[in-house]
């Protein structure tokens, strides 16, 4: 009996098969473990990253945005330190870093110090140590900040002094420059041997005189009840009532009866200018009656007959004359 070809290919091929299948997939599963280990290792192994500083503009506090950048710049590779350091710096000062040419040559601690002396207003060394010498504690300001403005007038006064000689020559202007009462009184009596422990010392009065200030505060005031009833105003006696009526000086008050100008005839009609006569029912006293007549300022074609305080026109009176 012939031998079929096919068979035997099959035959020889599947007990391998299976092999391959499981050979394939045992190849990946150590693939996707040993790249997953490999990247836990490099995930544990890298550096936790630094936030960087913000925007660097003209007028801005350079000290503190210098020591800021350079902790953010060590983490960046040297090839791009110049680039990261670029965007740092925004507007007119970017503009002058890049026309300076600060930042051609490699990013060194120098590179900083260049960069100051191209954004910041550098005074001369003498004119910082004049600040530093008249600085003193200004009313109402914080030890703390006398403390840090002195160190970063050091700096600019003494640039080649080390930082030990800086600190011993802060120390004395504290000693020298402290306003506040209770502060200055201790350091007086206990001069303290260092910067930081005349800050300690001086955070621990701080505290305690606020302590002190809290617990000698007034008492609130207590609120009295106020009533609501308006108060009574006090009686005044009316000292116009009771004067004489004066028809050609001022009108008459409202209780003397009929107000002066209004003037009425027989008829009821609207008199004329020689037919006026005004009537008031008071009679004063110190007219005389032998007196004929009294002109009216007000009326000057009008006469003012004594007795009944009649004002009649002119002509009445030259036919009543004897």
């Known amino acids: 009996m012939p031998r079929n070809p096919k068979s035997d290919a099959e035959k020889h091929e599947s007990p391998q098969h299976p092999t391959s299948f499981f050979g394939v997939l045992m190849q990946r599963i150590l693939t996707l473990l040993s790249s997953d280990i490999h990247s836990e290792i490099v995930r544990t192994e890298s550096t936790p990253s630094v936030p ?35 965007s740092l710096i925004e507007g007119e000062a970017n503009d002058i870093v890049r ?10 601690p ?5 960069l100051r002396d191209c954004l910041t207003d550098r005074l001369h060394a003498a004119e910082f140590a004049h600040q530093f010498q008249t600085r003193i ?5 914080r030890l703390t900040s006398f403390f840090r403005a002195l160190r970063r007038l050091a700096v600019g006064a003494f640039p ?24 200055r009184r201790h350091f007086l009596l206990n001069p303290p041997p260092t910067v930081a422990a005349a800050l300690d010392t ?32 006090p009686f005044r006696p009316r000292y116009n009532q009771g004067r004489l009526w004066y ?28 037919h006026v006569a005004i009537t008031a029912p008071v009679s004063p006293p110190f007219l ?4 004929t007549h009294l002109c009216c300022p007000r009326f000057p074609s009008l006469i003012l007959m004594p007795g009944t305080l009649q004002l009649l026109p002119a002509s009445t009176l030259e036919q009543r004359a004897p």
């Open 52 to 86: 960087p500083p913000g925007k660097f503009h003209i007028g801005d506090d350079f000290h503190r945005w210098a020591r800021a950048a350079q902790d953010s710049i060590e983490l960046v590779p040297p090839s791009d330190r110049r680039i990261v350091l670029l």
């Open 110 to 114: 120098e590179t900083f110090q260049r």
């Open 202 to 233: 001086a955070r621990r009065l701080e505290q305690g005189e606020a302590v002190l200030s809290r617990d000698q505060l007034p008492e609130a005031p207590t609120i009295a009840l106020v009533s609501s009833r308006r108060p009574q105003r």
């Open 247 to 274: 028809p050609w000086c001022q009108p008459p008050p409202p209780h003397l009866g009929r107000r002066p100008g209004i003037a009425t005839t027989a008829s009821g009609s609207e008199p004329t200018h020689e």
């Open 99 to 108: 026309d300076e040419g600060v930042l051609d040559a490699p990013i060194t």
């Open 288 to 291: 005389s009656v032998r007196a």
């Open 160 to 183: 080649d002094n080390e930082s030990i000689d800086r600190d011993a020559k802060v120390l004395t202007q504290i000693l020298v420059g402290t306003r506040d009462p209770l502060v």
């Open 137 to 141: 504690q200004f009313p109402g300001e």
